[in-house]
């Protein structure tokens, strides 16, 4: 094949990939063709296009698909914006087991200590977990 056809093939097959959702499988023939289209202008036979395109496709297919495929799903660590481990100062007496108020982040909260120990009001907390709308804290 010519050169030009080998590029067009290529770009054709990087298209494909972004418009269809998920497999990755187009991307690595697009990427073999665009090798192949350089072995062209450097005056590869056919055959030997052909051959170089099979196994530059087969290649990048069974050596990187797993890993690239791995890394554009990989899940994020914790949440940006995780309460936990922050600050918060206790609006009034927290009784053991009892549920109180607390001001975390200039916002008024539902919070219950998490250890048994009483804690006092304007002492400062720290976030141990959260449970839908109440803050578990453990005194500093």
């Known amino acids: 094949m010519i050169w030009w056809m080998w590029v067009l ?3 054709g097959l990087l298209v494909v990939e972004m418009v ?3 497999g990755l499988f187009a991307l690595f023939f697009g990427v073999a063709a665009l090798v192949v289209a350089l072995l062209s202008v450097a005056g590869a ?5 052909w051959i170089a395109f ?3 496709s ?3 297919l069974l050596g990187f698909r797993r890993t690239l495929r791995d ?3 990989a899940r994020p660590g914790p949440p ?5 481990g922050e600050q918060a100062v206790l609006l009034g007496d927290l009784a053991a087991g009892d549920e109180g108020r607390a001001e975390l982040r200039g916002t008024p909260w539902t919070v219950r200590a998490a250890s048994g120990i009483p804690l ?3 002492q400062r907390c720290r976030v141990e977990r959260v449970d839908g709308l109440t803050l578990w804290l453990r005194a500093e």
Do not use: E, Y
């Open 9 to 11: 093939v290529g770009l």
């Open 54 to 56: 099979t196994v530059v």
């Open 120 to 122: 006092k009001a304007g």
């Open 20 to 22: 269809t959702p998920g």
């Open 80 to 84: 940006v914006d995780s309460l936990v």
């Open 45 to 49: 036979g056919a055959a030997w296009q």
């Open 58 to 60: 087969l290649g990048l």
């Open 71 to 73: 890394r554009l799903t």
